[in-house]
RNA sequence: GCUCAGAUGGUGGAACUGGUAGACACGCAGGACUUAAAAUCCUGUUCCCGUUAAAGGAGUGCGGGUUCGAUUCCCGCUCUGAGUACCA
């Protein structure tokens, strides 16, 4: 029979589900291996094409590692809890937990078609219970623990009691508030309870605070700094303003020199280590404090200095005014009463301007003067204090010091307000800007006049720490996560609150399950949702009514998957000591700053608690590219009162026709061939379209987009599967392109590779399809077709190159069908090779060979041995000058020199010679000869 | 603006440490089989010039450089994509 794909495929799918064939075992003497895949959330709308490239691409690789020896872990599972179920829910008052329930089984049903090899025995889901459970587990982990800076690591909070409790607040080395109170260890047991808390809190990893958050509206709850966008939510694009709020948050800064170092450790693309390096955002520098003028008289005063942060400490001398950010704490005391006006006027205008606004308009200088001044403290110089909307109140203290003659927004402010602007290294040109450089020697700067910068650097440290008004510090650009949202479908926090504190649940109690509600919408106080709740309540206080971020569940999951089904730990022991780590991680980089980020800080956090033994979860990461969609167009005839016809145009004729470009489904174009009748039959009011063709066709416009229903351009997988079968969808995927491409689908090449599968399936038949193999000993040139193959497979799975392996199995495919092979002994290894690529094809054909049903999965990768791939005999290509001009033919048992004699004696070498004498004759071992003439 | 990635035929792309650029596939053209279509198979297909064939020339975004030899390395530029955005 030819090749039946539908069979083959639905045949081995069941076969492999019904033998757990590819079921990992969690002790085994085999090496172990974990390849994971990003888990996806379940959307509604299934799977199109662009989502399973990088599962392929993993599975290629798990399917291969086991045919290496490996035990290999290749779990699957979802993130399933999130917004787009719960907005759902809004509307149509479907519990979340039910469209999620649908949504996973299409998706499964559609995994399944594709015949991936997970372990699906390890299945975990992020809104389960027995999942959830563990997520809570971990907050309540992180509640419990503060970062000990000292022993550079988490520490349970009640060795932090123990401190307090025998010295007091002294000798702690914490990352922490930033306003803790310093007392002894009889004031800390004089403290009440509830003071006690209200200390620790501002020293858990977890912790609640009034932070500014952004606050969506149009969503009704905050969002973290990676989920907006230039102001507008990454979900949904609705606007994004700032608010103040008590939030759950995590002390990720705590880790972020560990983040930081980590990425040297890894093998990671290096513009994700990148993205995530200038995420964190260290920036090494001092802060130093400017204390009040004896000129300026306030009253009121909270502090008699301003701390700034800078990086250039060695321009000091060159300061000629101080800028706060318009919302730090001290503007309103600072102002004196003549300026209040301008002050005033200055901070409402700063107020008025969007988000947006203040991005875009980056150019216009604007500031307002507090009447304030403070000292220099190096050289006491009075130094007017400014303020003014490029300073950020959330980044070093929210202050600057400005040196006009080194930073160029502080020349433009100088330049705009008239304020001294000093040069201070000889060599600086500020003609008509900034001059930032650390060349040349200092001037016009006190006691570091003629040193270098490092120089002047330490010796600025070394003065203000002595003066005890400034010391070296490292600022970080990472803010702390915010872990609450105002939302229904998320994990509960485990906490209830007394006396405006709050406390832990009890861990028996976990999972503290999901209450049912009426409605997901906000109550009409404005609680989250959560409020309506009845009966939500410990027996000591009320609930949180916040839940978990969307990823507080993905930032552990694979763990889980070492031992989906413990309920007593997260992941034992011994299962956590077996897998260890991730060994291949495959997915987008879109989740640089998010998930790979909030999963490393939770990985090296259990690493402290000495829950896991690893640093950093995934040790090689591969991103996939994005797949595009590709559009197609068709171009509707306008007539000349400007209204459209029924008349359309093809592409190559529109430029003579007034036309406007309508979206088409890309099902019914071919190769840009538009199928008329398809057209008409497509929506109704096309029924009785007319055309303008050229050369009787009508070609479609292209254009790349993203893929979506509303653009006719969404491929899905299930078509093509029932059209070509898994197999060559599968390896049509990787044939597309590199794996880390991003690129728009195409499916006009897929042919190709359903042909290849074609021939594949009759290498091992006759002409009438009856399955026809032999046992006669290979020939060399099949042995050389087979062991080509061999390594060039290995090669590229070990270098994710798994387009190029494709198309080398088309040519040892049709370089055995030449030879008309049909040797079991090339036949047998050569279905191993494909194995990994096309799963199905290979079983039906591996069993029919006469090995048992299944064994493939985990036979041998075959030998390479190469030296089948030597020949007695081949052609030297001989060029001159470094252009080709002949090949030589030479024997492989020739010594070198003999090699140079015999190619200068060649006749054609000779001609293109012309009785002149080569300079240089190079003879390179890749068998490449160049002659210098 | 800054950081990173990329640019190769009509198209997707190959060329692993500098060594015959365009593998493989799509598309296109021609042919075989067929009453016809589908399927299959064969031949050709970077461009220019020429053409029965041969021979010749140019060529990996642009301009330079290093080298016997550059798609590959170096310098400068253009364009495209991604990330980031007053970070002191």
Not at 298 to 327: C, H, K, W
Not at 380 to 392: H, M, N, R, S, T
Not at 459 to 476: I, P, S, T, Y
Request: proline share 5%; with cysteine; hydrophobic share 40%.
């Amino acid at each position: 029979m030819d090749y039946q794909f539908k069979d083959i495929e639905q045949k081995w799918q069941q076969f492999w589900a019904d033998n757990k064939t590819f079921k990992a075992e969690n002790t085994t003497s085999k090496p172990k291996y974990y390849v994971l895949d990003m888990f996806p959330y379940p959307s509604g709308a299934g799977l199109h094409v662009g989502h399973p490239l990088g599962y392929i691409a993993s599975d290629i690789f798990a399917r291969y590692k086991r045919l290496k020896g490996f035990n290999v872990l290749h779990p699957m599972g979802y993130d399933s809890f999130g917004l787009p179920a719960e907005q759902y829910a809004i509307q149509t008052g479907q519990h979340p937990s039910v469209t999620t329930e649908a949504n996973i089984a299409t998706y499964r049903r559609q995994l399944d078609q594709i015949g991936f090899s997970f372990d699906w025995d390890r299945e975990v889901r992020t809104s389960s219970p027995d999942y959830y459970k563990w997520t809570q587990w971990i907050f309540m982990q992180l509640f419990n623990s503060w970062y000990n800076k000292d022993a550079d690591k988490a520490e349970n909070i009640a060795k932090l009691v123990e401190h307090f409790e025998n010295k007091g607040s002294a000798g702690i080395n914490a990352v922490s508030d930033e306003e803790v109170l310093s007392f002894s260890a009889g004031e800390w047991k004089a403290f009440n309870l509830q003071e006690q808390q209200a200390e620790l809190l501002k020293y858990r990893l977890t912790y609640l605070r009034e932070s500014t958050v952004n606050w969506c509206a149009a969503l009704g709850t905050v969002l973290a700094n990676d989920e907006v966008k230039d102001g507008f939510s990454e979900r949904g694009g609705y606007p994004v303003e700032q608010k103040k709020m008590m939030q759950w948050s995590m002390r990720i800064t705590a880790y972020a020199q560990r983040l930081l170092e980590g990425l040297d450790t890894i093998d990671w693309p290096e513009p994700l280590k990148e993205m995530q390096r200038n995420w964190i955002g260290k920036s090494v520098g001092a802060s130093v404090r400017f204390p009040l003028d004896k000129t300026t008289h306030l009253s009121q005063l909270t502090t008699n200095y301003i701390e700034v942060f800078t990086t250039r400490v060695d321009t000091i001398f060159g300061v000629s005014f101080l800028v706060i950010a318009p919302e730090h704490e001290l503007v309103a005391e600072w102002t004196t009463p003549e300026q209040k006006a301008d002050i005033d006027a200055y901070i409402t205008q700063t107020k008025k301007k969007s988000e947006l606004d203040r991005m875009a308009d980056t150019k216009t200088v604007s500031g307002a003067f507090t009447g304030s001044y403070v000292t220099n403290p190096l050289n006491g110089a009075q130094i007017p204090v400014w303020i003014a909307d490029y300073v950020l109140a959330g980044y070093g203290t929210g202050a600057v010091m400005a040196v006009p003659s080194g930073d160029q927004r502080d020349y433009l402010f100088a330049k705009h307000f008239n304020l001294p602007i000093i040069p201070i290294i000889d060599i600086q040109n500020i003609e008509v800007e900034a001059d930032p450089t650390k060349e040349g020697k200092y001037i016009n700067s006190d006691f570091i006049n003629g040193l270098s910068y490092k120089e002047a650097t330490a010796a600025v440290v070394a003065k203000l720490e002595e003066l005890n008004l400034g010391k070296a510090k490292v600022n970080f650009r990472m803010r702390d996560a915010i872990f609450g949202r105002q939302r229904y479908w998320g994990e509960p926090v485990p906490v209830y609150f007394k006396g405006g504190l709050p406390y832990l649940i009890e861990e028996e109690h976990l999972p503290l399950l999901l209450p049912e509600i009426d409605k997901y919408l906000p109550t009409e106080s404005g609680e989250p949702p959560l409020g309506r709740a009845t009966g939500w309540k410990h027996e000591h206080g009320e609930y949180e009514l916040s839940t978990m971020p969307g990823w507080a569940g993905s930032s552990w999951y694979w763990y889980r998957y070492m031992d989906a089904h413990n309920d007593k730990e997260f992941a034992s022991r011994e299962a956590i000591e077996y897998w260890k780590d991730v060994d291949l991680y495959i997915g987008g980089s879109e989740h640089a700053t998010g998930h790979l980020l909030y999963s490393r800080f939770w990985n090296k956090f259990l690493k402290d608690i000495g829950k896991v033994v690893e640093e950093e979860p995934f040790k090689k990461l591969i991103n996939q590219g994005m797949i595009q969609g590709r559009s197609n167009f068709v171009y509707r005839l306008i007539d000349d009162e400007g209204k459209g016809t029924n008349t359309f145009v093809s592409h190559g004729l529109i430029k003579d026709h007034k036309t406007s470009p309508l979206h088409v489904d890309v099902n019914i174009v071919e190769n840009e061939i538009l199928n008329l009748n398809k057209f008409k039959a497509w929506r109704e009011d096309f029924a009785d379209a007319e055309f303008i063709l050229e050369n009787g066709k009508y070609i479609c416009g292209v254009e790349v987009e993203k893929m979506s229903k509303s653009k006719f351009n969404v491929v899905n997988p299930d078509d093509l599967i029932s059209r070509y079968g898994a197999d060559t969808l599968r390896m049509y995927e990787m044939f597309l392109g590199p794996l880390e491409q991003s690129k728009p689908w195409n499916t006009n090449g897929i042919e190709g590779v359903f042909k290849f599968l074609r021939k594949f399936w009759k290498l091992f038949h006759d002409a009438d399809f009856n399955f026809n193999v032999s046992n006669e000993a290979p020939t060399k040139a099949e042995l050389k077709s087979l062991h080509k193959i061999i390594q060039k497979v290995e090669q590229d799975i070990e270098r994710f190159s798994f387009n190029t392996s494709v198309s080398s199995f088309m040519i040892a495919v049709n370089e055995l069908t030449d030879l008309k092979c049909n040797k079991r002994a090339i036949l047998q290894d050569l279905v191993i090779t494909l194995a990994p690529y096309a799963p199905h094809i290979s079983e039906e054909l591996w069993t029919l060979l006469g090995n048992p049903a299944g064994s493939i999965s985990t036979a041998a990768y075959p030998k390479f041995n190469p030296a089948y791939l030597v020949e007695d005999e081949f052609s030297y290509p001989v060029s001159f000058n470094g252009k080709m001009k002949t090949n030589v033919s030479l024997s492989l048992t020739m010594e070198a020199a003999d090699i140079e004699a015999a190619i200068l004696a060649n006749a054609d070498v000779q001609k293109y010679l012309d009785g002149k004498t080569p300079k240089k004759v190079i003879v390179v071992k890749g068998r490449i000869v160049n002659i210098v003439i």
